[in-house]
């Protein structure tokens, strides 16, 4: 399910079908999808670094391999936590700004974060890091919550990632304020989806 030419298959079965664009995690992963869709692509690397919990495009040199990669867009973790090199928030959304004269679209976990990352000049919000984080370790995904204190307190483009399950779930984001919904699992997933049904089979027959 990793390999280039899956995730590139699975990207442009969803465009072909109506999804407006697709979030594609790791620069083989981007450039295989930018080959054969047209939609615009939110772009990310995750890189476990160690010493450090950022991990989604958690330094520019990830966000430059990502959009000559092809993405349309920089996703990157937006927590306030520390980056390698003493990068900061504001000199990375900067310099992704002013370097590769892209958008970027912070993923948070937090009202607080949101605002930070607003404040730095982050061109979209998403609760994408909701129940990731330490400080939300206790807090289940969708972050209807979260989304909902973004609509209420930003004025910018906001975006429901993560848990989304259905697509109830994704009109009950829509009907909160959301601007878009990524949808990951529910849709990708292939392998675990094969394997739930089978399981549902196998109960079944064990209870007939």
């Not at 692509?41 to 919990?53: N, T």
């Not at 304020?177 to 079944?204: M, W």
């Amino acid at each position: 399910m990793h390999e280039p030419s899956v995730i590139a298959a699975m990207a442009q079965a969803s465009v072909n079908q109506g999804a407006a664009g697709v979030r594609i995690e790791s620069p083989a992963h981007v450039e295989a999808v930018r080959n054969g869709v047209s939609a615009p692509i939110i772009g990310l690397w995750k890189r476990q670094i160690p010493g450090y919990e950022v991990y989604i495009t958690p330094q520019f040199q990830d966000a430059e391999a990502i959009a000559q990669a092809g993405a349309d867009i920089i996703a990157i973790d937006a927590t306030l936590r520390p980056r390698p090199q003493g990068e900061t928030l504001e000199t990375l959304i900067a310099k992704i700004h002013t370097d590769l004269g892209m958008p970027v679209m912070a993923d948070v976990d937090t009202l607080e974060n949101a605002i930070a990352a607003v404040n730095a000049g982050a061109d979209m919000v998403g609760t994408t890091l909701y129940g990731y984080t330490a400080e939300t370790s206790h807090l289940k995904p969708p972050g209807f919550n979260l989304l909902t204190q973004l609509v209420e307190t930003l004025e910018t483009f906001i975006i429901c990632e993560g848990g989304i399950a259905s697509a109830e779930m994704a009109k009950q984001a829509i009907a909160l304020g959301a601007n878009a919904v990524v949808v990951g699992t529910a849709i990708t997933g292939i392998d675990l989806q094969v394997k739930a049904y089978c399981e549902n089979v196998r109960s079944l027959k064990l209870n007939s």
